[in-house]
């Protein structure tokens, strides 16, 4: 028998009044993988990042990590199971440091796993996960000082502060160079190494075809394809709807 | 059957005076975002400036018009400008605190113009004329109030439906920059609406007086039951308000009619009359859904000092030698003054990490002080100072009970809760007798005044005057040195990031109405043990004491001082402490200082972070020169000894003891060399004329560009 996936959407929908945001979305991500979900702005796909992190009720449908059904769990139940997020806009704590947001991460998640209760050093932890993502040597500015790219990276450390099994990364490359952003896709293949199933929306998709292994696309609130990065380049469907020439390898 | 036809239409009538107010109040939020605590307030100035028009011998239709098209909208449209306009982006615990203010201040206003003494009695509309309705005989005014509400509910819909500029307020509240985008003025969008609404507090505080003793209290208080009627929409749904309304006004009319006042559970709840619309008020909060998880939503944030322990310490002992010079100088009764204004910086105090730091407005801190008090007062006779500790145990498990529905609701919602859980206390449970149960008694107020003892300690015996001044301050040096260990682990990060973002929060694991949980009960706590103390200087308590709106001044104060610190407790401290013998001073301005702690709160759009965390920015450089320091200390404890012996008057000592630490940072900032030289700014000059390549590359050398390569 074979582990059920780390994190499955099962018949997600979610409706606003007349409007609907999610239309029957079903996909999964496991763990060691990359899933890439990507299309068009207002396609749905923050709205299905808050169902499935639990701060937006789905009107019918399912959300199970590691084989638990989820749904009717609190956001923060479901984060002391391992699931992680980042946010589009920013939600860093901006009148701490950069290190007083990851610590007081790791310090939630120390007091509330009672196994690892002893001995941790939730500040030399803080201080590891900062060095990870590149930035140490910002540690003792306040957060809301911080650039765009470089708060994005401490919302990454922050995440990775609770060892998430599931980590779902909203638009995490926005606002950081290009440099940054080939540093960023290494760190995460890294995690997806370590086994965490990583979820990544976003924009710039020769990041999403640089690291994903497989890609989901939604458009108008309904999944259109999914596969491997190749064939969701070559889909004339997604091409049509969003990719335009930028799926065209060459 | 006559009596239940009688009940339901004095009850209807009723019911439309609350929708009218109520939907007023729908009316300002949907279209400003804005809750508008002070709508009550407006209603009563309405109505006593209605009054006067009246009593200067206009007709009642002028004076009607007077006070509805002109002096209501003109009020609305001075707030908006005033007040109100720089706030759209500010937190919404500022927003909030800025509208309780605007409250205060409309009070304060109402009592120095129209002063509680005398009577102004204010005749129905018709007075002698009555309607036959199902056999029912019916005054034309109230008859007139149910068809004005029925008029304003289709007036309303059709202005926010089908007319431009009702659309345009709607889209305004909804997304700001792009409404502005699209032609709408939002200025003028928000005035009009902030018009309409004080129009209509006005209309609902005419029609409500007649039935009234003109009273400034309980005026403002029946308007406020027409926020029941609007929670029930949601502050959003105008049909579900005027259901609410029915709803409120009919309760209210049976619970006249029918509660009994006499028998055996008649003193329990002859009361609770007055009490209906809070309880209703309080039920429809708790039975609303969950709201959403707020993301972090504010674009300017507040501060939260993080002192160290040498500053906190300093502060402590600053406190203390400051309480002991004053008993060393002052007369039994000022020391008693004093005492009193420690006390309520006590209290004050409580309202640090809770509305400080978690950011969570709450309306019953008085109320977490009474149970403090009552306890001191009925276990602690004697002065026996564990009667505290156990007002700060029943305190805190109320502090839950009160947070348990409250902690997943919005701020509005939250600070609305309170303030109903506060007035259920004021009007109902401490005006009833002693409630005897299962063999034990729980008594309150058993409707007279609690004598309550001075503390009394060991090896010191019971306090003098003097000694209780000292007693107070030691107990806020210790109280504050706690307050600072909070805020110095991680409990008060943790608050802090729950003000930013309580979804972040959630995500990471932290529960946030658990959190809430907690620090309702520690803030509860402590405002007990400040209730107590503050009891002990008053001698006897009475619930006028400690009602809602003593926790007005209260919380204003605090937040007008820094409400992320002790020092804006200090600041309340201070400022009602002062008010009285300022007053007494000047007799000319009395009047006027009951408008300052409103007009302070309402000061916060600008200053959002109060005036003690700006004093500390400015003293700051001292911390660098403890010589300095200690130089400043010396000087001011002998311009205190000087005042103590008679050697200098009093507001002399006291005025060149404050402002010479200020003078001394000043000194300290100036010889200071700067550490750095200034950058040059590569901008400076060039705003007027069109780049050349020679700046391009002038200001990327300042900038430390790479060149671009072309």
């Known amino acids: 028998m074979t582990d059920p996936p780390a994190l499955k959407v099962i018949g997600v929908t979610v409706r606003f009044g007349g409007n609907v945001a999610v239309d029957d979305v079903s996909l999964a991500a496991q763990a060691g993988a990359i899933t890439g979900l990507i299309g068009p702005n207002g396609a749905g796909k923050t709205t299905l990042f808050n169902v499935i992190s639990g701060l937006q009720p789905p009107t019918s449908g399912a959300v199970h990590l590691e084989g638990a059904d989820v749904t009717r769990l609190p956001t923060h139940k479901r984060a002391r199971r391992g699931m992680a997020r980042t946010f589009q806009r920013l939600e860093l704590f901006g009148i701490l440091t950069a290190h007083g947001n990851v610590k007081l991460a790791v310090d939630v998640r120390a007091r509330a796993d009672r196994d690892i209760r002893a001995g941790v050093n939730a500040d030399a932890e803080a201080y590891a996960l900062l060095e990870r993502v590149g930035l140490l040597d910002l540690a003792h500015m306040r957060a809301d000082s911080l650039s765009t790219g470089k708060a994005r990276l401490v919302e990454l450390a922050r995440a990775l502060a609770i060892r998430p099994k599931v980590l779902l990364l909203d638009e995490p490359a926005s606002g950081l160079t290009e440099e940054e952003t080939v540093q960023f896709g290494a760190i995460l293949r890294e995690l997806a190494g370590e086994g965490m199933a990583v979820v990544l929306v976003e924009h710039d998709v020769s990041l999403v075809f640089a690291v994903c292994d497989v890609v989901h696309v939604l458009d108008r609130g309904a999944l259109l394809a999914s596969g491997d990065p190749s064939s969701i380049r070559a889909d004339q469907r997604v091409l049509d709807a969003y990719l335009g020439d930028a799926g065209v390898p060459g | ?710």
């Open chain 2, 1 to 710: 059957m006559d009596q239940f036809l009688i009940a339901t239409i004095t009850g209807l009538s009723t019911a439309g005076i609350f929708a009218i107010a109520a939907s007023g109040l729908v009316l300002t939020y949907t279209t400003t975002g804005i809750f508008n605590f002070a709508h009550g307030a407006v209603g009563m100035l309405a109505a006593f400036s209605y009054w006067q028009l009246l009593d200067w011998g206009l007709p009642t239709g002028v004076a009607v018009a007077v006070v509805l098209l002109v002096l209501g909208p003109l009020f609305g449209l001075l707030v908006e400008a005033v007040v109100m306009r720089g706030l759209f982006d500010a937190p919404e615990t500022s927003r909030l605190v800025v509208s309780v203010a605007l409250l205060a201040a409309a009070l304060g206003l109402g009592v120095w113009l129209w002063p509680v003494d005398e009577s102004r009695p204010l005749d129905f509309w018709f007075e002698d004329n009555f309607l036959g309705i199902l056999g029912v005989r019916v005054r034309w005014h109230e008859a007139i109030a149910f068809i004005l509400a029925v008029v304003v509910a289709i007036g309303l819909r059709v202005l926010l439906r089908s007319t431009r500029a009702g659309v345009t307020m709607r889209a305004v509240v909804d997304d700001r920059g792009l409404a502005s985008l699209n032609g709408a003025r939002p200025g003028r969008s928000a005035a009009l609406a902030w018009a309409l609404g004080c129009s209509l507090a006005a209309l609902a505080g005419i029609l409500l007086a007649p039935a009234q003793a003109l009273s400034q209290q309980t005026l403002t208080l029946l308007i406020v039951n027409a926020y029941a009627a609007a929670m029930l929409g949601r502050l959003r749904n105008l049909p579900m308000t005027f259901l609410g309304a029915a709803v409120l006004g009919l309760l209210d009319s049976y619970g006249f009619f029918y509660l009994p006042t006499d028998g055996r559970f008649g003193p329990y709840l002859s009361t609770f009359r007055f009490a209906i619309p809070v309880v209703v008020l309080f039920i429809v909060l708790i039975a609303l859904p969950s709201a959403r998880l707020r993301t972090n939503a504010a674009r300017r944030r507040l501060a939260a000092p993080r002192p160290t322990w040498f500053t906190a310490g300093f502060q402590a002992a600053a406190v203390v030698g400051g309480a002991v010079v004053l008993a060393i100088g002052l007369s039994d009764a000022d020391a008693l003054r004093a005492a009193k204004a420690v006390g309520f910086a006590l209290i004050a105090l409580s309202l640090v990490p809770l509305v400080g730091w978690a950011g969570q407005l709450c309306l019953c801190q008085m109320s977490f002080a009474a149970i403090g008090a009552v306890c001191m007062g009925h276990l602690g006779q004697g002065g026996n100072p564990w009667a505290l500790l156990a007002g700060a145990l029943i305190a805190a498990v109320v502090g839950v009970l009160v947070a348990l529905p409250a902690a997943r609701l919005t701020g509005i919602e939250l600070a609305l809760a309170t303030a109903a859980f506060a007035v259920i206390l004021d009007r109902w449970i401490f005006a009833m007798p002693d409630i005897h149960l299962w063999g034990m008694t729980l008594s309150t107020f058993n409707r007279n005044p609690v004598p309550v003892d001075r503390l009394s300690l060991p090896f010191a015996g019971t306090l003098t005057t003097k000694g209780l001044l000292v007693a107070l301050a030691v107990a806020f040096a210790l109280l504050h040195l706690l307050v600072v260990a909070v805020r110095r682990s991680r409990a008060g990060d943790l608050l802090l990031a729950l003000r930013e973002s309580p979804a972040a929060c959630a995500t990471l694991g932290i529960d946030p109405a658990g959190t809430r949980l907690a620090v309702f009960a520690f803030s509860a706590a402590l405002a007990a043990v400040g209730g107590g103390l503050y009891a002990g200087t008053l001698g006897s308590i009475s619930p006028s004491s400690f009602d809602l709106f003593q926790t007005l001044p209260l919380l204003l104060l605090t937040v007008a001082g820094g409400v992320a610190a002790s020092g804006g407790a200090i600041f309340a401290g201070v400022v009602l402490g002062l008010i009285p013998v300022v007053g007494a001073t000047f007799a000319g301005i009395a009047g006027l200082l009951g408008i300052l702690p409103g007009t302070m709160g309402a000061t916060l759009g600008r200053n959002p972070d109060g005036v003690s965390t700006q004093l500390a920015e400015r003293l700051a450089p001292l911390r660098s020169k403890p010589a300095v320091l200690a130089v400043v200390v010396v000087v001011d404890v002998a311009l205190a000894l000087a005042w103590a012996n008679d050697v200098l008057g009093g507001w002399e000592a006291s005025i060149a003891a404050f402002l010479l630490p200020f003078l001394a940072a000043r000194g300290v900032n100036a010889t200071r060399a700067p550490r750095t030289a200034r950058l040059a700014d590569p901008l400076d000059g060039l705003e007027d004329r069109r780049l050349g390549p020679a700046d391009v590359s002038a200001i990327d050398e300042a900038l430390a560009l790479a060149e671009v390569t072309r």
